[in-house]
C-alpha cells in the first residue's frame, strides 16, 4: 500500500524567499515520487518526477526536490519565490511505473506576498 | 496544438438526473483517467482505460459510467446513484517516457448539482 502526507495545507512566503513544500511517503517498493502544480480552475501540471538515479530531481519552473529514503521524504523547493508560484501543489506517490495508478497527497496552497 | 480537452468547463445538473463529461485526447496516448476532486484534498481515481474498449474501476467508481470506443475519447458518466456528485472532474492521458509513465492532465469539469 502507498500513501502521501504533505505536511501544512498552507504555506505562505513572501516573494524572493525560499520555497519549502514538504512531502512524505509510505510505499511498500521503491517509489516513484511526483509533483505537480494546479492553478485555479486547471488541472494538474507537472513539475518533476523521481524514477530511479540521482535523487536530486530539477524540474521546470525552478523548482527542486530531493529524495530522501531514510527520511522517506521528497519535499519540493525553490531558492527564490515568484508571485507566479502561487498555486496549489500535490505530491504524488507511485508505486510502478503507472502513474495513472498514482495516490495524491491533500495539496498545499502556496502563497505568495509582495 | 496537442493536448487533452474537456468540455464543458462548468456543468450543473439537478439532482436524479444522469450527465456526461466530455474528454478527447489528440496525444496518441493509450492510457486515460478520470480522477474526482474535492476541497482540501488530493484527487481520486474513479476509472482509467489502458486501452480502447477496456477500463477498469479505480478506487471511487461506485455510481460513476464510462465508455472507451475510441482511442481519443474517454466520456464520463455521472449517474443518479451518485449522491455526492458536486465536484471538480480530471481527465487525463499518459505515456510511456524513458521507461516511466508521465501524465498529463485536460483543464477540468466542475460540477454542480443543484
Known amino acids: 500500500a502507498q500513501s502521501v502526507t504533505q505536511l501544512g495545507s498552507h504555506v505562505s512566503v513572501s516573494e524572493g524567499a525560499l520555497v519549502l513544500l514538504r512531502c512524505n511517503y509510505s510505499s511498500s517498493v521503491p517509489p516513484y515520487l511526483f509533483w505537480y502544480v494546479q492553478y485555479p480552475n486547471q488541472g494538474l501540471q507537472l513539475l518533476l518526477k523521481y524514477t530511479t538515479g540521482a535523487t536530486l530531481v530539477k524540474g521546470i519552473n525552478g523548482f527542486e526536490a530531493e529524495f530522501k529514503k531514510s527520511e522517506t521524504s521528497f519535499h519540493l523547493t525553490k531558492p527564490s519565490a515568484h508571485m507566479s508560484d502561487a498555486a496549489e501543489y500535490f505530491c504524488?506517490?507511485?508505486?510502478?511505473?503507472?502513474?495513472?495508478?498514482?495516490?495524491f497527497g491533500d495539496g498545499t496552497t502556496l502563497t505568495v506576498k509582495p | 496544438d496537442g493536448g487533452i480537452t474537456q468540455s464543458p468547463k462548468y456543468l450543473f445538473r439537478k439532482e436524479g438526473q444522469n450527465v456526461t463529461l466530455s474528454c478527447e485526447q489528440n496525444l496518441n496516448h493509450d492510457a486515460m483517467y478520470w480522477y474526482r476532486q474535492d476541497p482540501g484534498q488530493g484527487l481520486r481515481l474513479i476509472y482509467y482505460?489502458?486501452?480502447?474498449?477496456?477500463?477498469q474501476k479505480g478506487d471511487i467508481a461506485e455510481g460513476y459510467s464510462v465508455s472507451r470506443e475510441k482511442k481519443e475519447s474517454f466520456p464520463l458518466t455521472v449517474t443518479s446513484a451518485q449522491k455526492n456528485p458536486t465536484a471538480f472532474y480530471l481527465c487525463?492521458?499518459?505515456?510511456?517516457?524513458?521507461?516511466?509513465?508521465?501524465?498529463?492532465f485536460g483543464p477540468g469539469t466542475r460540477l454542480l448539482v443543484l
Open positions: 482505460s489502458q486501452i480502447v474498449n477496456d477500463f
Open positions: 487525463a492521458s499518459s505515456a510511456l517516457l524513458s521507461g516511466q509513465e508521465t501524465q498529463y
Open positions: 504524488a506517490v507511485s508505486e510502478g511505473t503507472n502513474a495513472g495508478k498514482s495516490t
